[in-house]
């Protein structure tokens, strides 16, 4: 699925932002806080309005449209999970589904742990590869993922970028340091 972004800004919270990430790409968007990070994944996922430019995902340009095709795995302030759910909870609230299907997710997203776990018990890593199992229910043509480094250890951000990068979808993923490898880089 093709995310094509020409001029696209929120006034006042990021400028103006072109790119063009093919079916399958990796795109990583890397800057400080505060520097629009969350808001430009959220108007790439069709969740915020941008105030200028233009956006097509996977040819859609309705934002409705946008948001059947686009998933967010965890972003903070937006997807937050609910530490007094378990894992098993989060996957039923989300989407009903073969218990397989749950199972099918999980593994996808590398999470290996009971499905009876409270999600306060889960670390960082952990709860983003939930979120990301949980955006897989939605069989999205995109998932955007939040923060993919804040608070992680080295290995645990490098572990989580290598899911991001190898997941068969078109990826975009916020941070504020990138990784090494991704098919296109957006700095704010």
């Known amino acids: 699925m093709e995310i094509v972004a020409e001029g696209l800004s929120v006034a006042g919270v990021y400028p103006a932002v072109s790119l063009e990430a093919e079916a399958g790409a990796f795109t990583v968007v890397a800057g400080p806080a505060g520097s629009g990070r969350t808001s430009l994944l959220l108007t790439l996922a069709g969740r915020m309005k941008p105030t200028h430019g233009g ?97 992680l250890p080295a290995a645990a951000c490098q572990s989580l970028w290598n899911l991001l990068r190898d997941l068969d979808h078109t990826v975009i993923a916020s941070c504020v340091q990138p990784p090494a490898r991704y098919d296109h880089l957006v700095e704010l």
């Open 55 to 151: 956006l097509r995902v996977a040819g859609h340009t309705r934002r409705r449209a946008i948001r059947r095709v686009a998933a967010l795995a965890l972003v903070d302030g937006v997807t937050d999970l609910d530490r007094s759910l378990t894992v098993r909870e989060h996957l039923r609230e989300r989407r009903r589904r073969p218990a397989a299907a749950y199972g099918a997710a999980l593994e996808r997203a590398g999470l290996t742990v009971d499905e009876r776990a409270f999600v306060r018990d889960l670390d960082r890593e952990q709860r983003v590869r939930l979120g990301v199992a949980l955006a897989l229910l939605d069989e999205p043509r995109a998932i955007l993922a939040d923060n993919v480094d804040a608070g």
